[in-house]
C-alpha cells in the first residue's frame, strides 16, 4: 500500500473536509509506511505511538463494540497470514488491535480508520 492507496481511500472523508483523515494522511506518507511495514526500530515504536493517537476519535466505545472489534480484527489477520506477511496492511491491523486491546478507557476507531481497515479486510485474499 502507498500513500496513494491511502488518499483515495479517505477521499470521502476529505471532501467533507474532515481534518482528522487529513492529519492521518499526512503522517502515511510513503516513508512512515514503508517503516511500519518493515516494523524497522527505533522509528517503528516512534511512529507506531504517533499512529496509535490518529487511530481513535474522543468518543467512549462500550465493551460490546471493543469485544466486536477483537473478533473483527482477528480474523482480519488469521486470513491474512499476518506471521508470514510483513506488509503494511498486517501491521496496520496488529496496531489497530493492539490498541484495542490495550486501552483502559476504550474510545471509537476514526472513520478514516474503519476505510483503511476496510480496504484491508477486502483487499485479503
Known sequence: MKATDLESILQPELRLGNS??????????????????????????IAKNRLLQL????????????DRMI????????????DSDPSFGSTFVEICLELMK???????????TLRILNHINKSTP
Open 20 to 45: 482528522a483523515a487529513q492529519e492521518l494522511l499526512d503522517f502515511l506518507d510513503d516513508g512512515i509506511i514503508e517503516l511500519v511495514s518493515k516494523k524497522q526500530d527505533p522509528y517503528y515504536t
Open 55 to 66: 487511530l481513535v476519535v474522543n468518543q467512549p466505545a462500550d465493551q460490546k463494540y471493543v
Open 71 to 82: 473478533y473483527t480484527l482477528n480474523g482480519v489477520l488469521i486470513n491474512r497470514g499476518s
Open 102 to 112: 490495550a486501552q483502559v478507557k476504550p474510545k471509537m476507531f476514526s472513520k478514516s
